[in-house]
């Protein structure tokens, strides 16, 4: 679904990419793209956001962020800044370096994460620069398979897919990346998908976040009034679960739904992640893989819909019940 505004989510998994004016290198050397690491750490200090993935050509890169309290375009416009006073100092050149503003592609985690950071790591192989993704020095597949350190990237939560211990996760990881590509040509996708990369229910739910973005240097308006306590007592009451196991750590599938049914009401009820995180003791990034678990599961299951119009209808009752004691 294109969409020409850019797509500002908290939680948001995004696929970033930028090129060199008119196609021109933008790395010479080794030292430029050492220049480029050391400023995305220095702004990931400053500006904290999650880096699964990055890989540097020649003339373009691929970054795959997590937004967390700062937006992409700002994050994005220091990176770049930077890297642009820095070349046109270092090759006496002037004006642009880069082509026009970065693309970014907010994408529907729970069904392409591991898939971007795979598509992100084999850009030098499908270019013929190598033969495999661990050949290429800048790119972060070599700290995902222990090779370099892991300096600014997020690693484990990639590699908890794999497996629990790292050095399985490891294997599996590198197995997943050389073997076949089963989700299409996901470069083209995210070419031709404008911003929103996902399915129906995903681009709906993105929209009607957006309302939850606030730009900075604008007052934020007063929270939604969720009564936590009676949506917590409506999901137990729904679903037998006690809530102190709904907010634990359990993985159970009957844990985990309840947790998705909890976190789609107090969505529908205004909340947003941080909300909901501080609710459940999430993180925000596990709340958004979660609700959009959810949105997927609830567009397929009627026994979850019908899970979730029961816990909303509790709800009202709940909260008449908690706010007289």
Known sequence: MPRKTRIEIEGGLY???TRGNGRQDIFHSREDHDKFIQLLIAQKHKLPFYLYAYCLMTNH??????RRGDDIGRIMQRVLTAYTQYYNRRYKKVGHVLQGRYKSVLCQS?????????????NPVKAKMVATASDHPYSSHRAYMGLDPAGPLDVDPVLRHFGVRKAVARRRFAAFVDGPDDAGDIGAMLEGQGVILGDDEFVDSAIHRLG????????????????????????????GIPAGEICGRGKALRITQAKETLILCGHRLGANMAELARLTGLDISTVTRRFEAAMTAHAASEERRGLSERVMES??????ATSQV
């Open 110 to 122: 729970d069904k392409y994460f591991t898939t971007l950071v795979r598509y992100i790591h084999l």
């Open 61 to 66: 890169l691929h970054l795959l962020i997590e």
């Open 15 to 17: 696929h970033v990419i």
């Open 315 to 320: 709800y009202k009752t709940e909260r008449i």
């Open 212 to 239: 939850e973005h606030v730009p900075k240097g604008t007052r934020k308006p007063k929270p939604p009034d969720l009564d936590g306590r009676a949506l917590l007592a409506a999901v137990e009451a729904a679903t």
